[in-house]
């Protein structure tokens, strides 16, 4: 990791205001994605990982604000940009794909229509360059007979080809991150498997860093080379994935990784969701004192009631932040 | 099946009205305004004179048909810049929010309170009668419905997933509410704007019989009634076939209205895949 990390995320905290009182939603988040990096970030409902991306792009919104902390992107603080100065980054440098393609497109707009607004939109195309850019990049995402394909209508694709027609307009520009969230828990397995090679295969083609988000344990350390856990709006564990999976730190992670099936069945890319480990997460407005995880945690003692956990580095690379962890 | 016989009917209503207006020159029997002669005063319907003459022996027909001709521009051009400014002041609104959808509200408000055809009225007492005013007067007091539907529509859309993600993607503020907002709620506009168009030739002629519209002779199917009025029992066709003429325009504008709310509705649009 040398020179200047494509994002960097430091102490950053987002304040959910819900009408007489503050509470941190997520507080001490800090990671960083050097270019052309695989970054996952991984954790149950709730916890906060798509207020974090969110955040990254600039775009909470009330009752959602970030209270504190600094986000750069190429060294640039996002939250110094001026409003159009942010608007340029979004869809240009940093792209983003959503959970649900059925609603993410434009119903009353032809797809190719969508995409070719991009190149209008960032790169200053005229609408016929910007058609033809648009067919171009519908084959890039495999779509067959892509010079048809973009007079369709969103309704008349399914739900795969929906979302690459997604990720055909989120990186039509060549932008430098890609955020997934949850890009493929809509679709059905076999579905979700080649979008996700396809996702993973243009980035790398392209040298796009990838944010990925998911419930996903299995899922996140297939596609990226590091992970980050969060848990209650914290990052309890960033490691490399192989490490994570081998020797896994946090006990709220170990639980994660015991909830998988075996690495050797791991190919049934994303069918299992993280809901084995006993108790619930807690809510946003009670979080307990100390390690927000105690009340669920087997190896909780005193302290970790009363003091929140430092992180502490690893010595194969990463954090951890647990009072107790392996 | 019923469905579309609402848009047939009224869609053919509504376009004979336009072909009448369009093609009244050629049409008519007589010049609508110089050929009075009174020699065929108060002639009713015959043969010759299909709709019957009027007191200075002018031809009801030919006189009906180029009443269209005013009818439709009133009806059509108000309405539109009726549906331009409630598009432009709900949408914004309802996207905005904030002191912007305050203002927007209390203006819609007030617009509602007063009935449109009494403001109507107090702008073309203040522009003095004539075709330009009858279009400023009209177009500017009938927006708040259209207004009321787009603030709505925008309020429900800004939530949808395409724009959020539109959003996410860079799209400026403008270019959300006119690529992604817009074309997502044209079709109730549309509904709303065809059966304004309706009750805009309605107050042509309202305004037109109070002698605030086109002045005569040039006839308006207003005018004409308004003209009509003292001989409706002695020469009941003066009244007759301008009356009609604005009941079937209305009328086939309020189905044709109908008829698209049906084909335009959202559930029926997704039944087409
Ligand atoms: N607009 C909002 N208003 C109020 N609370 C919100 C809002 N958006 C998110 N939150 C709260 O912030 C917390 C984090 O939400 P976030 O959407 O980031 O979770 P997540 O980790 O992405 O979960 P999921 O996996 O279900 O998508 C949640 O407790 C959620 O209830
Ligand atoms: S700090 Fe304590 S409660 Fe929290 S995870 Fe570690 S051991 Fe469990
Ligand atoms: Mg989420």
Same mark, same amino acid.
């Given at each position: 990791m040398t020179g200047v990390?494509?994002?960097?995320?430091?102490?950053?905290?987002?304040?959910?205001?819900?009408?007489?009182?503050?509470?941190?939603?997520?507080?001490?988040?800090?990671?960083?994605?050097?270019?052309?990096?695989?970054?996952?970030?991984v954790g149950e409902s709730g916890c906060g990982k798509s207020i974090t991306a969110l955040a990254l792009i600039g775009?909470?919104?009330?009752?959602?604000?970030?209270?504190?902390?600094?986000?750069?992107?190429?060294?640039?603080?996002?939250?110094?940009?001026?409003?159009?100065?942010?608007?340029?980054?979004?869809?240009?440098?940093i792209a983003m794909i959503f959970q649900e393609p059925m609603t993410a497109l434009n119903p009353v707009s032809p797809v190719g229509r969508q995409i070719a607004e991009m190149f209008v939109l960032h790169k200053g195309k005229s609408w016929r360059e910007a058609n033809q850019l648009a067919v171009e990049s519908l084959a890039s995402v495999r779509v067959p007979a892509p010079e048809r394909r973009v007079n369709d209508y969103p309704h008349q694709l399914s739900g795969g080809m929906r979302q690459r027609v997604m990720i055909a307009i989120a990186l039509a520009c060549g932008p430098d991150l890609l955020i997934a969230d949850e890009p493929t828990t809509a679709l059905d397995v076999t579905v979700q498997a080649e979008i996700i090679e396809l996702m993973r295969n243009l980035c790398a083609e392209?040298?796009?860093?990838?944010?990925?988000?998911?419930?996903?344990?299995?899922?996140?350390?297939?596609?990226?080379?590091?992970?980050?856990?969060?848990y209650a709006g914290r990052i309890v564990e960033e490691r490399g994935s192989a490490d994570i999976f081998r020797a896994p730190s946090h006990p709220y992670t170990q639980g994660l990784v015991d909830s998988l099936p075996?690495?050797?069945?791991?190919?049934?890319?994303?069918?299992?969701?993280?809901?084995?480990?006993?108790?619930?997460?807690?809510?946003?407005?009670?979080?307990?004192?100390?390690c927000r995880f105690n009340p669920r945690c087997a190896q909780a003692t005193d302290i970790c009631r009363t003091a929140a956990p430092e992180t502490d580095l690893l010595e194969a690379g990463g954090f951890v932040r647990c009072h107790h962890h392996a | 099946m019923k469905l579309r016989a609402n848009l047939v009917i009224g869609g053919s209503l509504f376009a004979l009205a336009i072909i009448v207006g369009l093609l009244a020159p050629w049409l008519a029997h007589t010049d609508p305004v110089m050929d009075a002669n009174l020699m065929n005063a108060e002639e009713p319907p015959s043969w010759t004179w299909w709709f019957g003459t009027d007191g200075q022996g002018r031809d009801i027909y030919s006189r009906v048909l180029y009443g269209a001709r005013v009818s439709l521009t009133v009806g059509i051009v108000s309405q539109l810049i009726n549906s331009v400014i409630g598009v432009a002041l709900g949408l914004s609104a309802g996207y905005f929010g904030g002191w912007w959808d305050d203002v927007v509200n209390a203006l819609?408000? #007030?617009?509602?309170?007063?009935? $449109? %055809?009494?403001? &109507? /009225?107090?702008?073309?007492?203040? #522009?003095?009668?004539?075709?330009? $005013? %009858?279009?400023? &007067? /009209?177009?500017?007091?009938?927006?708040?419905?259209?207004?009321?539907?787009?603030?709505?529509? &925008? /309020?429900?859309?800004?939530?949808?997933?395409?724009?959020?993600?539109?959003?996410?993607l860079g799209y400026g503020d403008l270019r959300i509410m006119v690529t992604q907002l817009l074309p997502n709620m044209l079709g109730p506009i549309v509904v709303i704007g065809t059966l304004g168009m309706g009750s805009a030739v309605l107050s042509e002629a309202a305004l037109s019989f109070l002698g605030l519209g086109v002045r005569p002779p040039f006839p308006s199917w207003g005018s004409m009634l308004s003209e009509a009025r003292d001989q409706i029992t002695t020469a009941p066709w003066l009244s007759l076939f301008p009356g009609l003429a604005i009941f079937l325009t209305v009328l086939g504008l309020n189905l044709l209205g109908d008829g698209l709310r049906d084909i335009l509705d959202p559930h029926s649009r997704s039944r087409r895949t």
């Open positions: 990390p494509l994002i960097e995320v430091e102490n950053l905290r987002i304040d959910l205001d819900d009408g007489s009182r503050r509470v941190a939603a997520a507080e001490g988040v800090s990671f960083r994605i050097s270019r052309g990096e695989t970054f996952g970030l775009l909470l919104r009330s009752p959602l604000s970030i209270g504190g902390g600094v986000i750069r992107f190429e060294g640039r603080e996002i939250q110094r940009l001026s409003a159009a100065g942010q608007r340029e980054l979004r869809g240009n440098r392209r040298g796009t860093a990838i944010l990925m988000i998911s419930h996903d344990l299995g899922l996140v350390a297939n596609v990226c080379r590091r992970v980050a856990v969060m075996r690495l050797g069945s791991r190919a049934a890319l994303g069918r299992v969701r993280l809901k084995e480990i006993a108790g619930v997460v807690p809510a946003i407005t009670g979080f307990p004192d100390g | 819609t408000n #007030l617009m509602l309170a007063i009935p $449109s %055809l009494i403001f &109507a /009225l107090a702008i073309m007492a203040v #522009l003095g009668p004539g075709l330009t $005013s %009858l279009l400023i &007067a /009209l177009g500017l007091t009938n927006w708040s419905f259209t207004c009321r539907l787009a603030r709505a529509s &925008a /309020l429900s859309l800004r939530n949808q997933g395409y724009v959020q993600a539109a959003t996410v």
